[in-house]
């Protein structure tokens, strides 16, 4: 594979896809910063990674504190000596039952999945773009796609950071910048953990190899994960309004 990343950042590297994809950079030889909120979590995949013969650092962070991400991301880089690479996978999804309207969990959901990714993203679009190289990935949604009567704030949190990423990719392409934007279906994590109705269910590992592959490209693209869900992306996007609403999806 000509695309090798020397030097990563993974924004919610504790768990899940995340810490899959932090993981598998780190396999690859890729030096690796890892973070996130919960600092035992950070250590335990950290040490793992040492364990395997790889480089990890920990910083502890906030994405809801969206001010405090542009100079933890000069000082990561700092530490780094550059950056190649920068995964944006942190996210939330609060349970919301029929019924609830809780500002606070949508609050909860745009601060973390959008405006803590976009204060992320920014920065590291722009050093790639001044730099002429470099891999820039968001974990978005498939939940993006539409907007569904479930989870209003999950749904809008994601399609606007896959709209930002597009967006971003149009603006920095042209420099040699590789955005990628990834939509995950199911994927088996604590997130999803407890769910009922889910299919397609892949593990986390199996998440990250196909995402890392997907970049591997370097063709700047949005990808679904695994990539049937393009084809449910495309009937769920062709559904009139008027019958979208009566739908339980
Ligand atoms: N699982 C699925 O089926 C699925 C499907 C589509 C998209 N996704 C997306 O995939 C991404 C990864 O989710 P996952 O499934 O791997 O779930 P997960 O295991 O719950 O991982 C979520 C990660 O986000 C981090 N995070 C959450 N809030 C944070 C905050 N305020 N500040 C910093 N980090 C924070 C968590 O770390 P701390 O708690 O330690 O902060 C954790 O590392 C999310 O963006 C999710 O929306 C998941």
Known sequence: MAWSVKRAIVVGASSGIGEAIARQLAASGAEVALVARR??????????????GGKAFVHVHDAAHSSEAAPLFDAIVTE???LDCLVYAAGVMPEIV???????????MVEVNLLGAIA??????????AQK????IGISSIAGERG??????????????????????NRVSRDGVNVVTI?????DTAMTRGKKGL???VSADDAARMTLALAAKENSAAGFVPGRWALVALVVRSIPSFIFRRMNF
């Open 39 to 52: 600092k035992e979590e950070l250590d335990r995949v950290a040490e793992s990674i040492r364990t395997a």
């Open 80 to 82: 780094l000596g550059g």
């Open 98 to 108: 029929e019924g609830e309207f809780d500002f606070a969990k949508d609050r909860a």
């Open 120 to 129: 992320w993203c920014g920065p590291a679009a722009q050093r790639f773009s």
């Open 133 to 136: 190289s470099g891999t820039l």
């Open 148 to 169: 569904r009567r479930g989870n209003p704030g999950y749904c809008t949190s994601k399609a606007a950071f896959s709209t930002w990423l597009e967006s971003m990719r």
């Open 183 to 187: 939509k995950p279906g199911f994927v």
């Open 199 to 201: 299919f397609w269910l």
